[in-house]
């Protein structure tokens, strides 16, 4: 049985350039989850406005 070794290192190649675009968009995409998270977290809650009491004469 021979191993066609062109094949093998085209295919290594491919898996490696695969993983390697797979860790950065992970990456990125968890950087933007985190900045999101964040976000949410410093934004005021809105708080019902008082009501004013309305004067008896």
Do not use: W
Request: hydrophobic fraction near 40%.
């Amino acid at each position: 049985m021979q191993v066609n070794y062109f094949t093998v290192g085209i295919v290594i190649a491919l898996l490696i350039t695969l993983i390697v675009g797979i860790v950065k968009t992970d990456r990125k995409d968890e950087k933007n989850f985190e900045q999101q998270l964040i976000d949410q977290e410093l934004k005021p809650r809105e708080q019902p406005k008082p009501q004013k009491a309305d004067k008896a004469m």
